[in-house]
């Protein structure tokens, strides 16, 4: 097996051995399909089978992080779970896979996309992080729908360094109790939120780029 060696910004000090996770982020991979008329009431069942799926996964882990971080870290996630379930946030999505005879994963890719443009462009600023809420919610229901499970990262032994291209502030909180000993993220840098965040430092690399020797 060839060895990987991947190079770029260290975001705070130290040094991190352990076994290498890739976290995939499943917003990559949304594909547009057309779908006949007889199929669109199974695709919106199917959805709203994966949000209630998927506001499960959110309520347990907001309880973990509850009793590892404490009330005020675990409202991160709470706030995430109400968005879920919030009937106009799913009737946005239901409309347009009624209305565009599209898969749910298109929909809400597509809704949650045109939500966070709205949001970045309001002035409050608490409006403007909610997008970070969304942006998790969806990545939420997309793994949902294309059935990736959620595994909990004290089900690998030893230490772990999370490698993937972006990790969501509150991920990064919730991993920071876990085996986690530190990140490499394509996307990042020293302003990125959760590295203001953690509940104890960890060795972090922004911005990789990769080299194959």
Not at 44 to 62: M, P, T, Y
Not at 86 to 103: C, G, H, L, M, T
């Amino acid at each position: 097996m060839s060895m990987r060696v991947m190079e770029g910004l260290g975001v705070s000090g130290g040094v991190a051995i352990g076994r290498a996770v890739c976290v995939e982020d499943a917003g990559d991979e949304v594909l547009r399909f057309h779908l006949g008329r007889a199929d669109i009431g199974p695709e919106i069942r199917r959805f709203e089978e994966a949000r209630d799926a998927a506001f499960a996964d959110l309520s347990k882990a907001r309880v973990k992080m509850e009793q590892a971080l404490g009330d005020d870290m675990a409202s991160i996630l709470e706030a995430q779970a109400l968005l879920l379930n919030d009937k106009a946030f799913a009737r946005r999505i239901v409309d347009r896979i009624r209305s565009r005879q599209v898969n749910a994963e298109w929909a809400v890719a597509r809704t949650c996309n045109e939500l966070e443009i709205r949001f970045a462009e309001i002035e409050s600023e608490y409006l403007r992080e909610r997008s970070e809420d969304l942006r998790n919610v969806s990545r939420y229901l997309l793994r949902s729908l294309q059935g990736i499970g959620h595994h909990e990262l004290s089900e690998i032994e030893g230490n772990v360094v999370l490698v993937g291209k972006e990790l969501a502030p509150s991920d990064a909180l919730r991993f920071s109790r876990e085996n986690v000993v530190g990140f490499a993220l394509e996307v990042g840098g020293q302003s990125d939120p959760y590295n203001h965040h953690r509940a104890r430092p960890e060795p972090t690399d922004g911005g990789e780029s990769h080299r194959h020797p």
